[in-house]
């Protein structure tokens, strides 16, 4: 999986450890949580970035390809 919602409905997405830190610091965001589960390896995706398809599309993307570099288990 590279992507996830929450019962809240918030937007996770998976990234490497080094894109998911600059994220962090560049972005309002934090690590993302579901259902009381503090889910490493996901951060928390903004609402603003909804708006902005582009970008979000490019989250997503990075997600997707990221995930898939990692061995099945």
Request: charged share 25%.
């Amino acid at each position: 999986m590279f992507s996830l919602l929450n019962k809240a409905g918030e937007l996770g997405i998976r990234f490497s450890k080094d894109i998911q830190q600059g994220y962090i610091e560049d972005l309002p965001t934090t690590i993302f949580e579901s259902y009381g589960a503090t889910m490493r390896g996901y951060i928390l995706i903004p609402e603003k970035i909804y708006s902005d398809i582009e970008k979000f599309a490019e989250f997503l993307n990075q997600g997707y390809d990221y995930v898939m570099t990692l061995k099945p288990k």
